[in-house]
């Protein structure tokens, strides 16, 4: 545990230092090409996965321990939400680091104070000291899940998980892998569901950036934070994924998610394109473009956007951003989202009263 947080101050000290000092930078910028480069890349790879590695069993416990004694709430829970965000977004500042083009670095562009920047660090702040937000977001991420899981297996024949199946005609290693490829499944049709009519006011705050980077990742409006993990912990549960499971792979995810929004020019090539996503990939889904308006909506596997039909290729420079909602560029934070929750309210109406005169014009046409 000690290494682990020694390792966390030696990526947080280098990550401050280039963004503090232009004179690292471009240190940085002429050692790039040389075999000194290679070294310190090693280097930060090799700490990456030992730091995965270190990590992710104390990770998984501590969440553990964490969920199961929901009553605890309080300190323990925002400790555990700061804990599973903080070390996901150093890894992926790492990776940026270590493969992006220095002038796009997210740390070397964090001071530069611009509004849409700004309003990524407030959401990154507010989603770990918050403590509603963080109590409410736990006991939606592990709360339902758990009570959910307990009441199946209350209803269900002894022992009955679809996971507990796999496992024993498989082995252990392939029920996770499954698992794994289920919970993508999940996420992609979750986020295809944000970007439907009545839910989109509540998706598009996450899409108003205007800047990319790995921050962006945090910005959501709180409806989304509060409930995407239930669309997919609460199909998964329902399978029967041990919890320890759920848990490591929302760790998981959350890196992954800072990974793609990470620096645009990172691109894994053919293996971006068909097996694992890069940033550039996820960049053109928040592309300004008409044309790429719902695109790429997979945060992990392009098969699925493949599969749906939701897949284009993603090259060279593009602007993100949102068209036809000027409240992002003039009210203050809370009153952004106030303002795309009553927007969500009023969709809702409408597809309400569509239903209602539908049905209504349906029994007079019969009559
Ligand atoms: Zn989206
Ligand atoms: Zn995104």
């Not at 964090?110 to 403590?131: A, E, G, N, T, V």
């Not at 944000?194 to 790995?214: E, G, K, M, V």
């Not at 749906?308 to 934070?333: I, K, M, N, Q």
Request: glycine share 6%; charged share 15%; proline share 4%.
């Amino acid at each position: 545990m000690r290494l682990i947080i020694m390792q966390c101050c030696v990526m947080m000290q280098s990550c401050h230092c280039h963004g503090n000092l232009p004179a690292s930078v471009l240190t940085w910028n002429r050692m790039h090409a040389t075999t000194a480069t290679h070294c310190r890349n090693f280097a930060v790879f090799a700490g990456s996965a030992m730091l995965l590695l270190l990590g992710l069993p104390s990770l998984k416990s501590h969440v553990q321990d964490t969920a199961v004694d929901i009553s605890m709430a309080g300190l323990l829970l925002v400790m555990a939400k700061a804990f599973l965000k903080f070390l996901p977004l150093m890894l992926a500042l790492l990776v940026e680091l270590s493969l992006a083009p220095e002038k796009r670095l997210f740390c070397a562009r964090l001071f530069k104070w611009q509004k849409s920047r700004r309003i990524d660090l407030y959401s990154f702040i507010l989603s770990h000291m918050h403590r509603v937000h963080a109590i409410l977001n736990m006991a939606f991420t592990f709360g339902i899940p758990i009570l959910l899981d307990r009441l199946i297996k209350n209803s269900m024949p002894r022992n009955f998980s679809l996971f507990a199946l796999l496992e024993r005609h498989a082995g252990y290693a392939l029920a996770v892998l499954a698992f794994v490829f289920v919970a993508t499944f999940f996420n992609y049709w979750e986020h295809r569901l944000w970007h439907s009519r009545i839910l989109w006011p509540i998706h598009r705050f996450h899409h108003s950036a205007t800047d990319y980077n790995a921050l962006t990742e945090t910005r959501k409006h709180f409806t989304e934070t509060l409930l995407t993990p239930l669309f997919f912990t609460l199909p998964l549960s329902l399978l029967g994924a041990p919890l320890e499971f759920v848990a490591t792979y929302l760790a998981l995810i959350l890196f992954q998610g800072f990974m793609n929004h990470t620096d645009q020019g990172i691109s894994y090539g053919w293996i971006g394109r068909h097996l694992w996503i890069d940033p550039l990939y996820h960049k053109l889904h928040h592309s300004s473009a008409a044309e790429h308006m719902n695109m790429n909506f997979s945060g992990t596997l392009p098969l699925w956007d493949r599969l749906f039909g939701t897949y284009a290729p993603a090259h060279g420079e593009l602007a993100v951003g949102v068209s036809g909602a000027p409240h992002y560029d003039t009210l203050p934070y809370w009153k952004i989202h106030l303002r795309d929750f009553s927007d969500l309210l009023i969709n809702l109406g409408t597809a309400l009263k569509d239903k209602l005169g539908r049905r209504g014009s349906i029994g007079r046409g019969g009559n």
